[in-house]
């Protein structure tokens, strides 16, 4: 803990108890629903925001934004937890404990488990999972678009919605085509939830391996070009521009957008009114594919070419590093911030997606592809706060109000704010106190993620979801 | 050694090797890289001068038959093999500079007997220092000097250093004594 | 070759006087620190240099009676080859035992790879069963640092999908050095100072760049030699190469066109390679015909470089689709050449590694 703040409780550190007491001293508050931030402190009293403080004059000297900041719970719009069908992965117990020590407290679990969370059985497994547990995090639910996720038959959309989900994706692939997209969006435009899209033309990324450009050309690795992700971007909201006109409720949301084009048709698309939110994950904001090459550099510290500058300092391929989309270029990833930063990106998702390490350590090309990444996103985006390529109320709304904003009413929570009289939503992390990733402290199952070794800010402490502990840090 | 010293340790196996052979014919000599092979010249240069007659001259490499490639971290330097005669029932004077283990020519045999079937095999060295690892005898030496594992032996010739000469030193600290051969 | 000189360019600091302890081998000023050879692209030009030079002793042991040398005798190199190649394995077969290794030679269609046993369980089979040293054919990029990061010996890399085939590359310089540069005694046959062993000289790989591990090496080598180096071939097969060639292999800058005249035009070094039937399945060429036509090596085409131009291919080669028959056995082919520099390139490269301690 750093200057001055303090953090007072009765010692109850099993996860899922009330916590019956809490005071946070002299602490940097991050409001992002009242757009507030600055010295205050917080008190709880059985689970409660009993007292949120705003210190004034000489009782704030001494608190500044780069030590204890105290946010709303983040929200992930977009993980993987494997459960029922992948179990080997990750668990859905083990998923929410690492939710927590990312600071997450409401997590949305995706459609494609096995079997797919096609119908409302599927989803009672989920709940049930996650009530036994015993983690307080908020485990939500996305659906799946068609049966199966295969692309033809749309899935039990109202029983669903009826049911409770968040949304309804076929993630893991692009929903199968235009004519099921139009379709489901203007039938679950009336339910008041969005079709989410994973932007992907799958002919133009057969055995894709890496972006495509100047890396991968050199690594020898086949090219994953942008075309795939904006091409379909472009036509999924002319899609939804056809659709608003007979369905004025119908939304779209673009999941893990990557690539300049897409952004800027998102930015066109809601100057002109139409319905689209959209995210990015953490690793396409602070990597990019120079990591292949075996350089570690922060996309806002890369040069153009790894291989001149000095920046390959590990072995090239890492597996760890292939995910879809795949990691951009300097230029792609600096387009990604500065859409977060001026509010095109209006949220920032983990797309957390854990495999094993059978899966996962073998040769870049037949790598499972994903990286688990719940637990590293909040020192990935503090990284590009630090380097002045975002603001700490940006970073922090992005991973609250704004996926609170795509999730449309769904959660438990009333406000992604500090919120007096409401249950206790809350992350706790120190700023100066950095932290390297290694797998004995990750709680993921998730092997072979390309941060380990790595050296990041902002340690969680504390987080508290629904009013009760979901992780404390013991290793003070 | 003065470089003096030297020149008539030259002559006077340039001598013995003949009256061993009871002449020059079916005589061949092979320096071993890298001093053995100036050596060779020389007495080869010496033969002919004294007796008219000039030997065939080769140059061996033992770096491929070294038996402590991987107790070294750097690469020993290839300097190359020139054998431009059939070996087949010549009888080779082996000719190195200091004979130390006996471990170079053990290699340098080995090598040797690769090419062909020598009808013998003689050994001349400039400086024997004792501490034989191996049953190696020379069959001329140039000088006998006693030494302890310490101590280093430095030849110079003009061919590849400054100049002449043969100095004995303490090992530099830091190196102490080698528990490898001493070849080269 | 004189007696009294080591190779030309070896022994540098003995020449300069200071006088050598007896009783360790001469060691050089290019120590070979490399545990494993997994591309070509961190080599620096000395040890270009050193590779190009033992490879020189090792052509000498090759002209020998028994061309043997018992440099790597006790220890085991395990050949390990998920793709087809014969040429290749046995090549390096050939290198290892002339070093009097003891050679193991996996064809994976053969092994348990085909019932799906992974690759880091290969390999760690193999280094249980004695390996010393691990050369690996792969078809996907990079899985020879996949094999490195777990295997306690020393991985050669005999080829990984589209990216890397160093002993390739090495050989490809070796053959144009040997035949390019002159005899040692007219002048040295070693990398000056600034390593420019090709400066002046235009080379030209012609072909299919896209799948090619051969010619991605040789943009390092060739342009790290100083070489004026151009790419030509259908601009599908070129894809990508652009961005590579403007910012340049560490910097070093190449020429990418479509225009086979323009590329050939004067060129000292032409290397064809190989166009597999399965680009037309994927849509990258219309037919093999047209190919031919418009970027196979013909003598008429060939005309248009220097009359005493080298011809080069990694083999096996599709006679009268990128090359021309006559072409192949012409007076300027080196091809054979290539193939025998090979043997002679991979024992260095083997005699090189081993002597690294691990």
């Given at each position: 803990m ?13 996860v899922?108890?009330l ?82 020590h ?49 692309g ?83 036509r ?47 690793h ?40 879809n ?18 509010g095109t ?18 040769e ?48 438990r ?13 809350l ?42 502990l ?7 | ?48 001068e ?14 491929f ?100 000469g ?19 | ?118 690759l ?181 085409r ?26 192949a ?8 050449e ?16 081993a002597?690294?301690?691990?």
């Amino acid at each position: 803990m750093t200057t001055g703040a303090t953090l007072e409780r009765l010692a109850a550190g099993e996860v899922g108890a009330l916590v019956v007491e809490l005071d946070i001293g002299r602490a940097w508050l991050v409001d992002p629903a009242s757009g507030r931030e600055g010295p205050g402190e917080i008190v709880v009293r059985d689970g409660i925001v009993e007292a949120v403080t705003w210190l004034e004059g000489d009782e704030a000297a001494g608190v500044d934004p780069g030590g204890v900041v105290v946010a709303p719970g983040f929200v992930d719009l977009h993980a993987h937890l494997r459960e029922p069908g992948n179990e080997d992965a990750e668990t859905i117990a083990t998923g929410l404990a690492a939710a927590a020590h990312g600071g997450f407290t409401t997590v949305c679990a995706m459609a494609d488990t096995t079997p797919a969370l096609d119908e409302p059985s599927v989803l009672a497994r989920v709940r049930a999972a996650a009530l036994a547990s015993g983690s307080p995090v908020e485990l939500l639910a996305h659906g799946a678009v068609t049966v199966g996720r295969a692309g033809e038959q749309l899935a039990a959309l109202g029983e669903l919605a009826d049911a409770g989900v968040v949304g309804f994706s076929d993630d893991g692939a692009p929903v199968g085509s235009a004519a099921i997209l139009r379709n489901a969006l203007a039938y679950v435009g009336t339910l008041g939830l969005p079709i989410v899209d994973h932007a992907e033309d799958p002919g133009l990324t057969a055995g894709a391996e890496a972006n495509d450009g100047y890396v991968a050309t050199v690594l020898g690795l086949r090219g994953w070009p942008a075309a795939a992700e904006e091409s379909v971007v472009a036509r999924d909201l002319a899609v939804l521009a056809d659709v608003v006109r007979d369905v004025p409720g119908a939304r779209l949301h673009l999941t893990h957008l990557s690539t300049a084009g897409a952004l800027d048709h998102v930015r066109r698309a809601k100057a002109a009114g139409l319905p689209v939110t959209c995210d990015i994950t953490p690793h396409h904001l602070a990597l990019t594919d120079a990591w292949l090459a075996g350089a570690r550099r922060w996309a806002w510290d890369a040069g153009d070419d790894p291989w001149t500058d000095g920046a390959v300092v590990a072995a090239p391929y890492d597996p760890g590093l292939r995910v879809n989309p795949p990691l951009r270029s300097v230029v792609e990833v600096a387009a990604c911030l500065a859409a977060l930063a001026d509010g095109t990106a209006d949220a920032v998702a983990t797309d957390h997606a854990p495999h094993t390490s059978v899966d996962k350590d073998v040769e870049f090309g037949a790598s499972a592809v994903g990286i688990a990444g719940i637990e590293t996103a909040l020192g990935l985006l503090l990284g590009a706060v630090d380097a002045g390529r975002l603001t700490l109320a940006r970073a922090v709304a992005a991973l609250t109000v704004g996926p609170g904003i795509v999730l449309g009413g769904r959660s438990r929570r009333r406000s992604f704010g500090l919120v007096e009289g409401a249950p206790a939503d809350l992350v706790v992390f120190d700023r100066s106190d950095r932290w390297t990733v290694t797998p004995e402290y990750l709680a993921t199952k998730g092997a072979r993620s390309p941060l380990i070794g790595r050296d990041l800010p902002g340690r969680v402490l504390l987080t508290i979801a629904d009013g009760r502990l979901a992780y404390e840090d013991v290793s003070a | 050694m003065t470089a003096d010293e030297i020149r008539r340790a030259v002559v006077r196996i340039s001598h013995e090797i003949v009256e061993k052979q009871a002449g020059t014919s079916g005589l061949a000599l092979v320096g071993i890289q890298r001093r053995g092979v100036p050596l060779a010249q020389r007495i080869a240069e010496a033969i002919e001068e004294h007796e008219g007659a000039r030997l065939p001259v080769g140059a061996l490499d033992i770096t491929f038959y070294r038996d402590d490639l991987s107790m070294i971290a750097q690469q020993p330097v290839v300097k190359g093999t020139d054998l431009p005669f059939d070996l087949n029932g010549l009888t080779i004077v082996l000719v190195d500079d200091v004979l130390y283990t006996g471990r170079t020519i053990r290699a340098a045999m080995d090598a040797l007997v690769d090419f062909g079937r020598p009808q013998a095999i003689r050994l001349a060295v400039l400086v024997d220092r004792g501490h034989r690892e191996l049953p190696i005898r020379a069959d001329h030496v140039g000088k006998n000097v006693p030494t302890s594992r310490e101590e280093v032996v430095r030849v110079h010739l003009a061919e590849t250093d400054a100049s002449d000469g043969v100095e004995i030193e303490r090992a530099p600290a830091g190196y102490g004594a080698p528990k490898v051969e001493a070849v080269g | 070759m004189s007696l009294a000189e080591p190779i030309a360019g070896t022994g540098t600091p003995i020449a300069t006087g200071t006088p050598e302890v007896d009783a360790a081998p001469e060691t050089q000023s290019v120590p070979w620190p490399h545990r494993h050879l997994l591309d070509v692209d961190g080599l620096s030009a000395d040890e270009i240099d050193l590779v190009m030079r033992t490879t020189d002793a090792m052509r000498e042991v090759l002209a020998r009676p028994i061309a043997k040398v018992p440099a790597l005798r006790g220890r085991n190199v395990t050949i390990l080859f998920y793709e087809a190649s014969t040429r290749t394995r046995v090549s390096f077969e050939v290198a290892a035992k002339n070093l009097s290794a003891d050679v193991v030679n996996i064809a994976a269609a053969t092994s348990s790879v085909t019932k799906g046993e992974s690759l880091v369980d290969t390999v760690r089979t193999i280094e249980a069963l004695g390996a010393d040293m691990l050369v690996m054919r792969h078809p996907a990029s990079g899985a020879p640092y996949l094999a490195a990061e777990i295997f306690g010996g020393s991985v050669l890399n005999g080829g990984d999908g589209w990216h890397a085939h160093p002993t390739q590359a090495l050989l490809d310089l070796y053959t144009i050095r040997e035949r390019l540069l002159p005899a040692p005694g007219a002048a040295p046959r070693t990398a000056t100072a600034s390593g420019q062993l090709l400066a002046g000289r235009k080379v030209v790989i012609l072909g299919d760049l896209l799948h090619s591990r051969v010619a991605r090496s040789n943009i390092w080598t060739l342009t790290a030699a100083g070489a004026d180096l151009w790419l030509c071939g259908p601009s599908t097969l070129l894809r990508g190469f652009e961005a590579w060639a403007s910012r340049g292999a560490a910097g070093r800058r190449f020429t990418v066109t479509s225009n086979i005249d323009a590329a050939l035009r004067d060129a000292d070094v032409v290397m064809a390679l190989r166009i597999q039937r399965e680009r037309m399945a994927s849509g990258l060429l219309p037919s093999l015909r047209e190919y031919a036509a418009r970027y196979g090596l013909t003598r008429a085409r060939l005309a248009a470089a220097r009359p005493d131009a080298l011809v080069m291919h990694p083999g096996p080669m599709n006679e009268g689709v990128e090359i021309a028959p006559d072409v192949a056995v012409g007076t300027n082919s080196v091809i054979t050449e290539q193939v025998t520099n090979g043997v002679a390139v991979r024992m260095a490269l083997l005699y090189l590694l081993a002597g690294v301690k691990s």
